[in-house]
């Protein structure tokens, strides 16, 4: 079963700091793979797509990478603002077969403290 | 332009009664996915349109799980006998044909289910 592993599940960091999130996925098949933000009880923001081809994106204070060989993305946030409290998921799009959605990780939960 | 709509935003009902969810994908986008997320299951991939066709099934949760796509555009996702397992958020997403499948889905809000 092809999944998606976010860690830290949960952050807490002063603001002014730079952070790092982790998702890893299981198979290297992929089409592209999206970092989206979800604040509570709302949907989906998409911060950044990272096509299968791409090594990373960048917007604004925000860059991802994509290793596919090994698996694994990171999502950069560069002088973390209160205002980027919120769930982070990370999605991967298999091109395997089997499905033909976004797979999901669970999300980190990050708190940026004032 | 306007993004991906749902209808309703929130819809409580009680068990074993039929809901329908509605979708507005942005225009022009032909492939729509529908996603659940409730706290168990995290967000999990349900069902994807390319035009007015399903190539698969096999992601809704059960047999009274049913949706289409009329006219390439509106989709509705319909949920019979409801149980209280089926609270959750229903996303919406669409995407344009240019690029495929290496193109990025925009999501609607959802629309919270409650079955009490």
């Known amino acids: 079963k092809q999944e998606v592993t976010q860690i830290p599940a949960a952050l807490s960091v002063p603001e002014g700091e730079n952070l790092v999130l982790n998702c890893s996925f299981t198979?290297?098949?992929?089409?592209?793979l999206q970092w989206f933000r979800q604040d509570p009880g709302k949907g989906l923001t998409s911060l950044l797509l990272i096509q299968s081809s791409q090594r990373e994106q960048t917007s604004g204070r925000l860059n991802a990478s994509l290793d596919k060989s090994s698996g694994r993305s990171t999502l950069y946030i560069a002088a973390s603002q209160p205002g980027d409290s919120a769930t982070y998921l990370c999605?991967?799009?298999?091109?395997?077969?089997?499905?033909?959605?976004?797979?999901f990780g669970k999300g980190t939960h990050l708190i940026i403290q004032p | 332009g306007a993004g991906v709509s749902q209808s309703p935003s929130n819809k409580v009902t009680e068990k074993g009664k039929d809901v329908e969810l509605r979708c507005d994908p942005i225009?022009?986008?032909?492939?729509l996915y529908w996603y659940r997320q409730s706290l168990g299951q995290g967000l999990e991939f349900l069902i994807y349109f390319q035009g007015n066709s399903a190539p698969d099934k096999s992601g809704l949760p059960s047999d009274r799980f049913s949706a289409e796509r009329t006219g390439g555009s509106v989709s509705t996702l319909t949920i019979q006998r409801t149980q209280q397992e089926d609270s959750a958020v229903y996303l919406c997403?669409?995407?344009?044909?240019?690029?495929?499948?290496?193109?990025?889905?925009?999501f609607g809000p959802g629309t919270r289910l409650t079955v009490l």
């Open positions: 999605a991967v799009l298999y091109s395997g077969g089997g499905a033909d959605g976004l797979t």
């Open positions: 198979d290297s098949a992929i089409y592209n």
């Open positions: 225009s022009g986008h032909t492939a």
């Open positions: 997403a669409s995407r344009p044909l240019a690029g495929g499948f290496y193109n990025e889905q925009f």
